[in-house]
Nanobody, 124 residues
Framework: QVQLVESGGGLVQAGGSLRLSCAAS????????MGWFRQAPGKEREFVAV????????NYRDSVKGRFTISRDNAKNTVYLQMNSLKPEDTAVYYC?????????????????WGQGTQVTVSS
């Protein structure tokens, strides 16, 4: 079992920045690829970013490339999502998730553990 707790969400103006954190406890953090997903009201949950077990490989959805950066600190059992140049369309509940799939899984079904989510609201 892995328990995940997100933090760092909030209200920010367009063009601003936020840094999300996800603290993990339970089984060995470095066993898991870590992903960030988001869900806006009335929409399906979607992939945002993923980082491999070692942190050496990352991937992003096209709409956040160049603005968001995912990173992890395996010594602190924490994964981060640095979000810059935020846009109103980034408004959503953001979830971190853990996957035992080797590499950079991007499918929701590949993740077995999820946090409770943190709200990000970007005002125009």
């Amino acid at each position: 079992q892995v328990q995940l707790v997100e933090s760092g969400g909030g209200l920010v103006q367009a063009g601003g920045s936020l840094r999300l954190s996800c603290a993990a406890s339970g089984r060995t953090f470095s066993y898991y690829a870590m992903g960030w997903f988001r869900q806006a009201p009335g929409k399906e949950r979607e992939f945002v970013a993923v980082i491999s077990q070692s942190g050496g490989i990352t991937n992003y959805r096209d709409s956040v490339k160049g603005r968001f950066t995912i990173s992890r600190d395996n010594a602190k059992n924490t994964v981060y999502l640095q979000m810059n140049s935020l846009k109103p369309e980034d408004t959503a509940v953001y979830y971190c998730a853990a996957s035992s799939t080797i590499g950079i899984p991007m499918g929701i079904s590949q993740y077995g553990y999820w946090g409770q989510g943190t709200q990000v609201t970007v005002s125009s």
